[in-house]
């Protein structure tokens, strides 16, 4: 066998962001030896682009808030089908995470007495969001990052993971490169612990960065591991959409909190066209009951703005679709209107929305503060992931955890905004804690050399194809047009039958793709090896999207428009089959516990 860089860990984190780094803190506080690999550059990752806050039941900005509405408004958000012992946690943990944040040097945002500021969000009844104006997960990143290297754990920058290996089915190491050379580096641990972040990249407009290939679904699903719920897309309802070069990028939902409103081409907000039953009871009547909302008025209730993000998403697209869009295939979203609310507008938007002003003057050449904003869906998010114990977050693998985006659970058909940062510290903590509770327990599973050099033969293929193989690029820019094309975010059965079937020609073609020269720093063949990895999500996506024969939440099918009862009973389960095919279950969701039910009822008014 050859040579290879080796490197022994307790619990290996493979993923740097909000989740990853939350935890390799708690396995370094627990004693263990942490090792953490990143795909870019320690504080680079996804998470810095999660900008309006972290929910958390505080309290601070409104009284009546608590565990328990934050409980009900997470599980009428997913539609009912979340896993309902992590929603539960996460409401009652969420607060002492961000808390903790704020011991180790995180700078929230403050209200009039020096607390914590928390501010409204779509799907949340209270404010909720503590912030640090419209940069918060950059503030996340930082303060984790500075505390990790506080704590002397090993970082393996721009290292990408291609293999988990396995010893006798329990998790044992894995095979990475680098980016810089190309070598193959491998890692043995007791635990591991994925953190990779979302498959957005499987589409052509979304709000991810490069990293966002579905690194940890694929790794798992090869290793044996469950998906769930990969059905279960966001489509943010705001993202940026001219200039072209800059089309998906995120508009934070803060700018609707801070009061915001969306207008067609008439000029007509047409959201309160469209009020679902559920939410009628506690959304506003009029445009001036909802403004008294966002400005903290107790006897207001959200604008419809400020609903759910599949609705919103979906209501602007029946407006672009009805020929009432903006000039370039969106809506409009206007928060310099409120310079007839509040006397000198212009310095209170920059200084709510510092990011947003500066990110259209300097991609768009708009400012926010005197004109309205282009905007439109984009794919934002994945509520599916790895099938994991609620408790644990460990996977059906042995030693092998799972917290963040790649995991499944927490929100169920729809996540709120805002709910994304304080799953990551709140299940990456556990995440860490029972990884090394595992490590702690366990001995030194052993790296199997064959399964290695399997690995690596495989890895290395695009270079002996050369200039004969197929254009990388070109087959993923054809899986990126397919999944937004045909299942997006209106669904029907036709359309996605078409799109399995181009992704099984997709699949022989990525298994002939070819590149020339050196591996250092290689983009293209680092594409290669990503096409993997898009291939394998969006055929769970495909194929999950087909068994749910009815709409619910982030996934909409235009030939079966509404909820089934049947499909509130079970969650869908992708595992591999003979080959690299996708097998698909159900899986029964376990009951609600009365107490919890009861938490659900008393909401509902």
């Not at 870019?40 to 565990?67: C, F, I, P, Q, Y």
């Not at 644990?392 to 927490?410: K, N």
Request: hydrophobic share 35%.
């Amino acid at each position: 066998m050859a040579t290879y860089a080796t490197y022994n860990y307790d619990v290996l984190v493979i993923g740097a962001g909000g989740a990853g780094l939350r935890a390799a803190i708690e396995a370094a506080n627990a004693g263990v030896s942490v090792g953490l690999i990143c795909k870019s550059l320690l504080g680079k990752a996804h998470t810095v682009m999660a900008e309006g806050g972290m929910a958390a039941a505080m309290a601070n900005n409104d009284d009546r808030d608590s565990w328990r509405v934050h409980f009900a408004d997470t599980m009428r958000g997913g539609q009912y089908v979340n896993n309902w012992r992590m929603a539960e946690l996460h409401a009652k943990e969420a607060p002492d995470r961000v808390r903790e944040l704020e011991g180790w040097g995180a700078v929230f945002d403050r209200t009039p007495d020096g607390r914590i500021n928390q501010r409204n969000f779509g799907g949340h009844r209270y404010p909720r969001l503590a912030h640090v104006g419209d940069r918060t997960g950059l503030e996340l990143i930082r303060t984790l990052q500075d505390h990790a290297v506080y704590l002397g754990m090993t970082v393996h920058m721009e290292h990408t993971v291609i293999e988990l290996i396995l010893d006798n089915g329990r998790a044992a190491g894995c095979l990475a490169y680098d980016r810089e050379r190309g070598r193959f580096h491998v890692f043995a641990a007791k635990a591991i612990v994925l953190a990779t972040g979302g498959v957005g990249r499987a589409y052509k407009i979304t709000s991810n960065s490069w990293e966002g290939t579905g690194d940890g679904h694929a790794l798992a699903f090869r290793a044996g591991a469950e998906l769930m719920d990969m059905e279960f897309i966001q489509f943010h309802p705001t993202g940026m959409v001219w200039p072209p070069s800059v089309r998906g990028i995120l508009v934070t939902e803060g700018v609707r909190g801070e009061g915001g409103v969306l207008k067609n081409s008439e000029g007509r907000r047409f959201m309160f066209d469209d009020i679902p039953d559920n939410y009628k009871p506690q959304t506003a009547s009029d445009p001036e009951e909802g403004w008294r909302y966002t400005q903290g008025d107790k006897s207001a209730r959200r604008p419809p703005e400020l609903l759910t993000r599949d609705h919103v998403a979906r209501c602007i697209n029946r407006e672009v679709k009805a020929g009432r869009g903006s000039p370039h295939g969106g809506v409009f979203l206007d928060i310099a209107w409120i310079k007839e609310k509040i006397k000198d507008s212009e310095t209170h938007i920059k200084r709510k929305l510092p990011s947003m002003y500066h990110q259209f003057k300097e991609l768009a050449d708009l400012d926010i503060t005197r004109e309205p904003m282009e905007i439109g869906p984009t794919t934002h998010y994945i509520m599916g992931g790895i099938r994991v114990d609620a408790d644990t977050q460990e996977s059906s693998i042995p030693g092998l955890f799972a917290a963040g985006e790649c995991a499944s659970g927490i929100n169920g058909a729809n996540r709120l905004g805002g709910n994304s940062l304080s799953d990551l510290i709140v299940f990456g903590k556990r995440a860490g804690e029972f990884a090394s509770e595992f490590a702690t327990k366990h001995g030194q599973a052993r790296v199997d050399d064959g399964a290695v050099e399997r690995a690596v033969k495989v890895s290395l293929e695009p270079f002996e194809r050369g200039e004969a193989g197929e254009n990388p690029y070109k087959v993923q820019a054809d899986l990126q047009e397919t999944m937004q094309a045909l299942v997006g975010i209106v669904r029907q059965e036709s359309e996605m039958r078409d799109a399995f079937e181009r992704i099984q020609q997709l699949k022989s073609r990525a298994a002939r793709v070819g590149v020339v020269g050196h591996r250092e720093y290689h983009a293209g063949w680092h594409t290669c090896l990503d096409l993997r990895n898009l291939l394998t999500v969006a055929e769970c996506i495909t194929l999950s999207a087909i068994e749910r024969k009815e709409s619910r939440g982030g996934h909409f099918r235009e030939d079966y428009p509404d909820k089934v009862a049947e499909f509130s009973t079970f969650n869908i389960v992708s595992r591999q089959g003979a080959g690299d095919s996708v097998q698909i279950s159900h899986v029964p969701i376990p009951p609600i516990p009365d107490y919890l039910k009861e938490v659900i009822e008393e909401q509902k008014s």
